[in-house]
């Protein structure tokens, strides 16, 4: 039987621009002798069914995807689920696209597709979420809900800028959780109005936010936390922080294998930029070079490890 090749893409996603591109994007993804299975998205859990549906098959070797951050997500849980490490190729279409920015995946849709034929495989950490798995961030707290709660339409208009507009509103009302957190050995407790366990160079399109050196195949996400300062010096904590000023008393900043958030309340998450589920106990483990991403050759990631 001939080899397959699953493409399933969102055309909903970012302004919905690969409805124009579609026949280039899977010009480059067709090989010779290679079936192409085209599939696109109709409602939220598609992509992961679709991958567990086509993925387990062992004429499938490859999964490619065009989509937000959101598609991405549901692709790994999918990939997770089938006991298979095939590669992906990611051609981001979303609104913001932290994940691809930060791999420096091009931007352009058809030109990501091409690291179908001619990209190099580069195992990537994931990490778990309770019993699900998330790409790059899993955050709570102020600005967070602006990712999930924008709606679709406004997003496809105002692109990033519309989680700008979104996030303002935020500030008004700051929300507060009492935690205790465990990582590796360590413990923090307090009342805090942000947390962030992540593997990005930016949240929601902001840069500042996860720290410096971020590698992705190391074993390691970035954990920040903000403990509440009080309603006079809050504003001017989170415009340092956007800075990429983590040195506060009030903030808390490590590289993590494993986190435990423990709360009193219910706490609304975020996970890689849709709402994740509410819980008052999540537990994060990070699971080295669990998949295999289609990168360019001349991407970032690979000049950090000859350094």
């Not at 935690?179 to 009342?191: A, I, L, S, Y």
């Not at 904590?237 to 990429?244: C, S």
Request: hydrophobic content about 35%; glycine content about 10%.
């Amino acid at each position: 039987m001939r080899k397959r090749i699953l493409f399933i893409y969102n055309p909903k996603a970012g302004k919905k621009k690969i409805k124009g591109h579609l026949d280039d994007i899977i010009t480059n993804l067709c090989g010779y002798d290679t079936e192409l299975i085209v599939s696109p998205t109709e409602r939220p859990g598609d992509a992961r069914e679709r991958v567990i549906e086509y993925g387990a098959d062992e004429n499938c070797i490859m999964i490619a995807c065009s989509g937000g951050d959101g598609t991405l997500h549901e692709i790994v849980n999918g990939m997770m689920r089938i006991d298979r490490k095939l590669p992906i190729v990611y051609m981001p279409a979303g609104s913001t696209n932290d994940f691809g920015a930060s791999l420096k995946i091009p931007k352009d849709m058809v030109e990501a597709s091409d690291a179908a034929k001619f990209g190099v495989e580069f195992p990537c950490d994931i990490a778990t979420f309770n019993n699900d798995y998330f790409v790059y961030t899993a955050c709570f707290g102020i600005f967070t809900e602006t990712s999930y709660s924008t709606p679709q339409n406004i997003k496809n208009v105002l692109g990033h800028f519309a989680y700008i507009i979104n996030g303002m509103t935020e500030l008004a009302n700051i929300k507060r959780y009492k935690m205790r957190v465990q990582f590796d050995g360590k413990e923090e407790e307090g009342n805090f109005i942000f947390g962030a366990v992540c593997s990005t160079s930016s949240i929601g399109g902001v840069k500042g936010l996860t720290g410096r050196d971020i590698k992705f195949d190391d074993g390691l996400y970035e954990m920040l936390l903000i403990k509440d300062s009080g309603f006079l010096e809050t504003p001017s904590l989170i415009t340092d922080i956007l800075r990429g000023k983590l040195e506060h008393k009030c903030v808390v900043y490590d590289k993590v294998k494993s986190v435990r958030f423990v709360c009193e309340d219910l706490v609304p998450w975020c996970v890689d930029g849709e709402y994740g589920g509410s819980y008052d106990d999540v537990s994060i483990n990070v699971k080295k070079q669990a998949i295999n991403l289609m990168v360019p050759r001349e991407s970032s990631v690979f000049s950090e490890k000859e350094d």
